[in-house]
């Protein structure tokens, strides 16, 4: 199994799994054109796509997953609080391509194995995902205001791990957003911030951990090189071990090999 980040951030964020010929996206928050033309720069053809999964109903997760559903022929999975979210934006048959999933309960789609799991975040149904190929297991954490014992248990024993590093609270604080917003993105329901981030891996049995890249910063809240600190304290090694998912580049492919 390898994944790859088509980018992350505010903008837009799109990963992909890959196992032998299953290749799924995990949310879609890029325009149709743009998303092919970032599936091209890691060697995928979008006509070799098996799945789209969908976290949540915001713009920068969910932006051209449908149109991509459509053209490509790609089915879709997401939970049923997503899916009545966006139900009326979507294009005219596409619900044939639908699969409403419960959120507690693991599924497959062809070779890959996926937990989903409930997130604190404000949005109708949120949920986020870990998959396996039988040997590694890739977990998944953005657009989490807090954790919770749950997603503690989901995201341990993992191979490689994504988690959100949104902000930082000092420059959250003295930042360009209006307090409303602050109040938002700095909430329990908002998104995770460096330090949240860093105690939620200490929870963690991170004993197996390969990988682990820190995903959708801010681009005004935040600065790669923190986020990198505050996780690298907890994992006890080098700044540079840990991985930025960039909104521009994504970043490159990963494998357990």
Not at 18 to 47: I, Y
Not at 72 to 78: E, R
Request: charged share 20%; net charge neutral; with cysteine.
């Amino acid at each position: 199994m390898r994944f790859a980040s088509l980018g992350s951030g505010s903008a837009g964020n799109c990963m992909v799994i890959e196992q032998a010929s299953t290749r799924l996206l995990l949310d879609c928050g890029f325009g149709l054109n743009e998303v092919v033309k970032r599936l091209q720069k890691l060697r995928l053809e979008p006509e070799k796509i098996t799945g789209i999964l969908v976290t949540h109903e915001h713009d920068d997760h969910v932006k051209g997953a449908f149109k991509f559903a459509e053209k490509y022929g790609v089915p879709v999975w997401l939970s049923h609080g997503t899916f009545k979210m966006i139900e009326h934006f979507l294009p005219v048959n596409a619900q044939a391509m639908v699969n409403i999933i419960d959120s507690h309960s693991k599924f497959h789609i062809e070779q890959i194995e996926i937990t989903p799991y409930p997130v604190p975040h404000d949005a109708r149904e949120p949920t986020q995902f870990a998959f396996t190929d039988g040997n590694h297991k890739l977990g998944v954490l953005t657009d989490a205001g807090s954790t919770t014992p749950h997603i503690e248990q989901v995201l341990s024993h993992c191979d490689a791990l994504v988690l959100e590093c949104n902000h930082d609270l000092h420059m959250l604080e003295n930042g360009p957003y209006a307090w409303p917003l602050k109040k938002r993105v700095g909430g329990r329901l908002g998104h995770l911030d460096n330090k949240s981030a860093a105690s939620l891996l200490a929870k963690l049995d991170n004993r197996k951990l390969k990988h682990i890249i820190a995903a959708h910063l801010s681009a005004k809240n935040n600065k790669p090189v923190l986020a990198k600190q505050a996780l690298s304290r907890v994992l006890n090694c080098e700044a540079d071990w840990v991985g930025i998912a960039d909104q521009v580049e994504g970043f490159a492919w990963r494998s357990f090999n």
